[in-house]
Protein backbone atom coordinates (compact mmCIF):
# COMPACT_ATOMS: atom_id res chain seq x y z
CA UNK A 1 0.00 0.00 0.00
CA UNK A 2 1.47 3.71 -0.79
CA UNK A 3 1.92 5.35 2.29
CA UNK A 4 1.34 8.54 0.63
CA UNK A 5 -2.41 7.93 0.65
CA UNK A 6 -5.17 7.49 3.31
CA UNK A 7 -8.61 6.83 2.34
CA UNK A 8 -11.11 7.80 4.64
CA UNK A 9 -14.69 8.33 2.64
CA UNK A 10 -15.56 6.14 0.22
CA UNK A 11 -19.37 6.54 -1.89
CA UNK A 12 -21.34 4.57 -4.44
CA UNK A 13 -22.93 7.09 -6.39
CA UNK A 14 -23.94 4.60 -8.94
CA UNK A 15 -24.69 0.57 -9.64
CA UNK A 16 -27.30 0.82 -12.17
CA UNK A 17 -24.74 -0.95 -14.54
CA UNK A 18 -21.56 -1.23 -13.18
CA UNK A 19 -19.99 0.47 -10.00
CA UNK A 20 -19.18 4.82 -9.86
CA UNK A 21 -17.59 5.39 -6.55
CA UNK A 22 -16.81 8.18 -5.10
CA UNK A 23 -13.64 8.13 -3.08
CA UNK A 24 -12.12 10.75 -0.92
CA UNK A 25 -8.57 10.61 0.40
CA UNK A 26 -5.59 12.37 1.81
CA UNK A 27 -2.44 13.17 -0.06
CA UNK A 28 0.61 13.43 1.52
CA UNK A 29 2.66 16.10 -0.89
CA UNK A 30 6.50 16.05 -1.25
CA UNK A 31 6.90 18.71 0.96
CA UNK A 32 5.04 16.24 3.90
CA UNK A 33 2.20 17.90 3.43
CA UNK A 34 -1.55 16.55 3.39
CA UNK A 35 -4.06 17.50 1.21
CA UNK A 36 -7.86 16.07 1.17
CA UNK A 37 -9.03 15.51 -2.55
CA UNK A 38 -11.68 13.58 -4.01
CA UNK A 39 -11.86 11.48 -7.57
CA UNK A 40 -14.84 9.88 -8.82
CA UNK A 41 -13.69 5.99 -10.83
CA UNK A 42 -15.73 3.61 -12.54
CA UNK A 43 -15.76 -0.01 -11.58
CA UNK A 44 -16.60 -2.27 -14.27
CA UNK A 45 -14.20 -4.88 -13.79
CA UNK A 46 -11.54 -6.03 -15.66
CA UNK A 47 -10.98 -6.75 -19.98
CA UNK A 48 -9.15 -8.87 -22.71
CA UNK A 49 -8.93 -8.05 -26.11
CA UNK A 50 -7.38 -9.80 -28.55
CA UNK A 51 -6.49 -9.36 -32.41
CA UNK A 52 -6.88 -12.67 -35.00
CA UNK A 53 -4.05 -12.74 -37.70
CA UNK A 54 -3.88 -15.42 -40.85
CA UNK A 55 -0.36 -14.92 -41.49
CA UNK A 56 -0.99 -16.50 -44.85
CA UNK A 57 -3.77 -14.25 -46.22
CA UNK A 58 -2.12 -11.13 -44.57
CA UNK A 59 -6.11 -10.31 -42.76
CA UNK A 60 -7.10 -9.38 -39.65
CA UNK A 61 -10.55 -9.92 -37.89
CA UNK A 62 -12.33 -6.84 -36.56
CA UNK A 63 -15.70 -6.17 -35.56
CA UNK A 64 -17.62 -2.90 -35.93
CA UNK A 65 -20.40 -2.42 -33.43
CA UNK A 66 -22.71 0.97 -32.72
CA UNK A 67 -20.82 2.61 -29.33
CA UNK A 68 -22.82 5.41 -27.36
CA UNK A 69 -20.29 7.28 -25.47
CA UNK A 70 -18.48 7.91 -29.01
CA UNK A 71 -21.91 9.17 -30.34
CA UNK A 72 -22.18 11.48 -27.84
CA UNK A 73 -18.76 12.95 -28.22
CA UNK A 74 -17.86 13.20 -31.78
CA UNK A 75 -18.46 10.16 -33.57
CA UNK A 76 -21.23 10.94 -35.96
CA UNK A 77 -22.49 7.61 -36.51
CA UNK A 78 -21.10 5.83 -33.62
CA UNK A 79 -20.23 2.78 -34.93
CA UNK A 80 -16.25 2.07 -34.04
CA UNK A 81 -14.34 -0.64 -35.52
CA UNK A 82 -12.96 -2.54 -32.73
CA UNK A 83 -10.75 -5.40 -31.83
CA UNK A 84 -12.74 -8.55 -30.27
CA UNK A 85 -12.82 -8.20 -26.51
CA UNK A 86 -15.31 -8.51 -23.34
CA UNK A 87 -15.00 -7.74 -19.84
CA UNK A 88 -13.58 -11.08 -17.66
CA UNK A 89 -17.04 -11.52 -15.44
CA UNK A 90 -14.95 -14.07 -13.25
CA UNK A 91 -13.04 -15.78 -15.41
CA UNK A 92 -9.67 -15.43 -16.49
CA UNK A 93 -8.07 -13.49 -18.98
CA UNK A 94 -7.36 -16.25 -21.39
CA UNK A 95 -11.14 -17.80 -20.73
CA UNK A 96 -12.79 -14.58 -21.24
CA UNK A 97 -10.92 -13.71 -24.42
CA UNK A 98 -11.62 -17.31 -26.21
CA UNK A 99 -15.26 -17.34 -25.15
CA UNK A 100 -15.64 -13.49 -26.62
CA UNK A 101 -13.91 -14.30 -29.46
CA UNK A 102 -16.26 -17.07 -30.67
CA UNK A 103 -19.55 -15.16 -29.30
CA UNK A 104 -18.14 -12.09 -31.32
CA UNK A 105 -16.00 -13.69 -34.28
CA UNK A 106 -17.83 -17.25 -34.85
CA UNK A 107 -13.97 -18.19 -34.36
CA UNK A 108 -12.69 -20.81 -32.51
CA UNK A 109 -9.15 -20.20 -32.57
CA UNK A 110 -6.03 -22.33 -30.79
CA UNK A 111 -2.91 -21.09 -29.13
CA UNK A 112 -3.43 -17.79 -27.98
CA UNK A 113 -0.77 -15.38 -26.67
CA UNK A 114 -0.65 -12.85 -24.40
CA UNK A 115 1.20 -9.30 -25.26
CA UNK A 116 0.61 -7.43 -22.29
CA UNK A 117 -2.13 -5.37 -20.47
CA UNK A 118 -2.62 -1.74 -19.66
CA UNK A 119 -4.69 0.92 -18.01
CA UNK A 120 -6.97 1.93 -20.88
CA UNK A 121 -8.23 5.29 -18.74
CA UNK A 122 -6.47 5.37 -15.94
CA UNK A 123 -8.04 9.00 -14.93
CA UNK A 124 -11.67 7.37 -14.28
CA UNK A 125 -11.68 4.15 -14.73
CA UNK A 126 -10.47 0.98 -12.83
CA UNK A 127 -10.41 -1.47 -15.42
CA UNK A 128 -7.31 -3.35 -16.31
CA UNK A 129 -6.97 -4.93 -20.38
CA UNK A 130 -4.98 -7.88 -21.07
CA UNK A 131 -4.09 -8.13 -24.51
CA UNK A 132 -3.95 -10.92 -26.79
CA UNK A 133 -3.01 -12.27 -30.28
CA UNK A 134 -4.25 -15.44 -31.98
CA UNK A 135 -3.43 -16.89 -35.86
CA UNK A 136 -6.88 -18.02 -36.93
CA UNK A 137 -8.12 -19.85 -40.68
CA UNK A 138 -11.18 -20.07 -41.81
CA UNK A 139 -11.31 -23.61 -40.67
CA UNK A 140 -11.50 -22.24 -37.23
CA UNK A 141 -14.82 -20.79 -37.86
CA UNK A 142 -17.58 -22.36 -36.08
CA UNK A 143 -20.65 -19.60 -36.29
CA UNK A 144 -21.07 -16.23 -38.22
CA UNK A 145 -20.72 -14.71 -34.33
CA UNK A 146 -22.19 -11.58 -34.12
CA UNK A 147 -22.42 -11.39 -30.18
CA UNK A 148 -24.88 -12.38 -28.00
CA UNK A 149 -28.70 -11.83 -28.59
CA UNK A 150 -29.70 -11.15 -24.11
CA UNK A 151 -26.66 -8.54 -24.49
CA UNK A 152 -28.53 -6.23 -26.71
CA UNK A 153 -25.30 -6.82 -28.99
CA UNK A 154 -25.46 -5.98 -32.94
CA UNK A 155 -21.82 -6.85 -34.34
CA UNK A 156 -20.66 -6.98 -37.51
CA UNK A 157 -17.41 -9.05 -38.24
CA UNK A 158 -14.96 -7.69 -40.54
CA UNK A 159 -12.11 -9.70 -41.83
CA UNK A 160 -9.54 -7.21 -43.86
CA UNK A 161 -6.41 -6.84 -44.77
CA UNK A 162 -3.58 -6.07 -42.82
CA UNK A 163 -2.33 -3.10 -44.44
CA UNK A 164 -6.07 -1.82 -44.89
CA UNK A 165 -6.22 -2.37 -41.16
CA UNK A 166 -3.28 -0.43 -40.84
CA UNK A 167 -4.29 2.38 -43.50
CA UNK A 168 -7.47 2.86 -41.26
CA UNK A 169 -5.21 4.24 -38.48
CA UNK A 170 -4.17 6.85 -40.27
CA UNK A 171 -7.17 8.31 -41.86
CA UNK A 172 -8.97 8.22 -38.84
CA UNK A 173 -11.60 4.80 -39.42
CA UNK A 174 -9.90 2.87 -36.62
CA UNK A 175 -9.66 5.10 -33.47
CA UNK A 176 -10.66 2.77 -30.74
CA UNK A 177 -7.05 3.02 -28.01
CA UNK A 178 -6.89 -1.29 -27.70
CA UNK A 179 -7.21 -1.85 -31.78
CA UNK A 180 -4.43 0.55 -32.31
CA UNK A 181 -2.20 -1.18 -29.60
CA UNK A 182 -2.85 -4.01 -31.06
CA UNK A 183 -2.47 -3.21 -34.88
CA UNK A 184 0.56 -1.90 -33.86
CA UNK A 185 1.80 -4.73 -31.62
CA UNK A 186 1.44 -7.08 -34.91
CA UNK A 187 3.23 -4.33 -37.44
CA UNK A 188 6.11 -3.81 -34.52
CA UNK A 189 7.19 -7.84 -34.42
CA UNK A 190 6.37 -8.53 -37.82
CA UNK A 191 3.91 -11.03 -37.82
CA UNK A 192 2.17 -10.11 -40.94
CA UNK A 193 4.40 -9.77 -43.41
CA UNK A 194 4.06 -10.34 -47.27
CA UNK A 195 4.63 -14.11 -47.14
CA UNK A 196 8.11 -15.97 -49.15
CA UNK A 197 9.11 -12.75 -47.44
CA UNK A 198 13.31 -13.98 -46.37
CA UNK A 199 13.09 -14.35 -42.47
CA UNK A 200 15.54 -13.01 -40.53
CA UNK A 201 16.02 -15.99 -37.96
CA UNK A 202 17.84 -15.88 -34.54
CA UNK A 203 19.99 -19.39 -34.08
CA UNK A 204 19.54 -20.28 -30.54
CA UNK A 205 21.61 -22.81 -29.15
CA UNK A 206 24.20 -24.35 -26.33
CA UNK A 207 27.17 -22.52 -26.02
CA UNK A 208 28.87 -22.79 -22.63
CA UNK A 209 26.10 -25.62 -21.83
CA UNK A 210 27.90 -29.06 -21.13
CA UNK A 211 31.09 -27.95 -21.47
CA UNK A 212 32.41 -27.71 -18.48
CA UNK A 213 34.03 -24.42 -20.10
CA UNK A 214 36.62 -26.53 -22.05
CA UNK A 215 37.35 -24.31 -25.34
CA UNK A 216 37.27 -27.62 -28.06
CA UNK A 217 33.82 -28.05 -26.54
CA UNK A 218 32.53 -24.66 -26.76
CA UNK A 219 34.10 -23.97 -30.17
CA UNK A 220 32.36 -27.42 -31.51
CA UNK A 221 29.16 -26.06 -29.99
CA UNK A 222 29.98 -22.88 -31.78
CA UNK A 223 30.59 -24.85 -34.81
CA UNK A 224 26.86 -26.68 -34.74
CA UNK A 225 25.26 -23.25 -34.53
CA UNK A 226 27.18 -21.56 -37.32
CA UNK A 227 26.54 -24.86 -39.66
CA UNK A 228 22.67 -24.56 -38.88
CA UNK A 229 23.06 -21.00 -39.83
CA UNK A 230 24.66 -22.09 -42.98
CA UNK A 231 21.69 -24.08 -43.85
CA UNK A 232 19.19 -21.60 -42.85
CA UNK A 233 20.93 -18.99 -45.27
CA UNK A 234 20.86 -21.78 -48.14
CA UNK A 235 17.30 -22.00 -47.37
CA UNK A 236 16.92 -18.36 -48.53
CA UNK A 237 16.56 -16.62 -45.38
CA UNK A 238 19.09 -14.29 -42.81
CA UNK A 239 20.11 -16.25 -40.23
CA UNK A 240 21.80 -14.50 -36.97
CA UNK A 241 23.91 -16.29 -34.20
CA UNK A 242 24.44 -13.85 -30.67
CA UNK A 243 27.50 -15.17 -30.53
CA UNK A 244 28.92 -13.20 -34.05
CA UNK A 245 27.62 -10.09 -32.17
CA UNK A 246 28.35 -11.29 -28.61
CA UNK A 247 32.29 -12.57 -28.98
CA UNK A 248 33.41 -9.48 -31.07
CA UNK A 249 32.03 -6.93 -28.36
CA UNK A 250 32.94 -8.60 -25.64
CA UNK A 251 36.50 -8.79 -26.77
CA UNK A 252 36.85 -5.25 -27.27
CA UNK A 253 35.51 -5.11 -23.60
CA UNK A 254 38.09 -6.77 -22.21
CA UNK A 255 36.29 -10.23 -20.82
CA UNK A 256 38.68 -12.25 -19.72
CA UNK A 257 36.92 -15.22 -18.59
CA UNK A 258 33.75 -17.19 -18.60
CA UNK A 259 31.52 -15.42 -16.28
CA UNK A 260 33.35 -12.16 -15.74
CA UNK A 261 31.88 -9.32 -15.86
CA UNK A 262 32.06 -8.16 -19.19
CA UNK A 263 30.31 -11.62 -20.66
CA UNK A 264 27.57 -10.97 -18.39
CA UNK A 265 27.04 -7.75 -19.52
CA UNK A 266 27.37 -8.44 -23.07
CA UNK A 267 27.13 -12.20 -23.86
CA UNK A 268 23.07 -13.09 -23.38
CA UNK A 269 22.27 -9.75 -22.79
CA UNK A 270 22.87 -9.17 -26.40
CA UNK A 271 20.79 -11.93 -27.62
CA UNK A 272 17.77 -10.71 -26.26
CA UNK A 273 18.45 -7.51 -28.20
CA UNK A 274 18.61 -9.37 -31.19
CA UNK A 275 15.70 -11.17 -30.82
CA UNK A 276 13.75 -7.75 -31.18
CA UNK A 277 15.10 -7.53 -34.76
CA UNK A 278 14.49 -10.95 -35.29
CA UNK A 279 11.14 -12.88 -36.82
CA UNK A 280 11.89 -16.19 -35.62
CA UNK A 281 13.98 -18.67 -33.57
CA UNK A 282 15.25 -21.94 -34.72
CA UNK A 283 16.29 -23.67 -31.76
CA UNK A 284 19.26 -26.36 -32.19
CA UNK A 285 21.35 -28.70 -30.23
CA UNK A 286 20.65 -29.99 -26.64
CA UNK A 287 19.90 -28.40 -23.16
CA UNK A 288 20.86 -24.53 -22.19
CA UNK A 289 19.01 -22.11 -20.19
CA UNK A 290 20.12 -19.48 -22.55
CA UNK A 291 18.66 -20.81 -25.19
CA UNK A 292 15.28 -21.92 -23.95
CA UNK A 293 15.24 -18.17 -22.33
CA UNK A 294 15.55 -16.92 -25.58
CA UNK A 295 12.61 -19.20 -26.87
CA UNK A 296 10.35 -18.05 -24.30
CA UNK A 297 10.89 -14.50 -25.05
CA UNK A 298 10.13 -14.88 -28.67
CA UNK A 299 6.87 -17.17 -27.76
CA UNK A 300 5.96 -14.23 -25.49
CA UNK A 301 6.25 -12.14 -27.93
CA UNK A 302 4.42 -13.73 -30.69
CA UNK A 303 7.20 -14.99 -32.80
CA UNK A 304 7.59 -18.15 -34.46
CA UNK A 305 9.53 -21.18 -33.19
CA UNK A 306 11.29 -23.78 -35.14
CA UNK A 307 12.62 -27.15 -34.07
CA UNK A 308 13.83 -28.76 -37.04
CA UNK A 309 15.14 -27.36 -40.20
CA UNK A 310 12.05 -28.97 -42.12
CA UNK A 311 9.37 -26.51 -39.91
CA UNK A 312 11.15 -23.90 -41.70
CA UNK A 313 9.14 -22.16 -45.01
CA UNK A 314 11.35 -21.79 -47.80
CA UNK A 315 10.80 -18.50 -49.76
CA UNK A 316 8.74 -18.01 -52.53
Request: proline share 6%; glycine share 8%.
Amino acid sequence: MNPRVRITKTEVLSDNWYVLRKVTFDYQKDDGTWQTQAREAYDRGNGAAILLYDREACTVVLTRQFRMPTYVNGNEDGMLIEACAGLLEGDSPEECIRRETEEETGFRVGPITKVGEAYMAPGSVTEILHFFMAEYTKAMRVSDGGGMDHEHENIEVLELPFARALEMIDTGEIRDAKTIVLLRHAERARLLDPPGRPLHILVAGPYRSGTGDAPAKIAANLEAMNRAALAVYRMGHLPAVGEWYALPLMDVAGSKAMGDAAFQEIFHPSALRLLERCDAVFRVGGPSEGADEIVRTAREKGKRIFKDLTEIPPPR
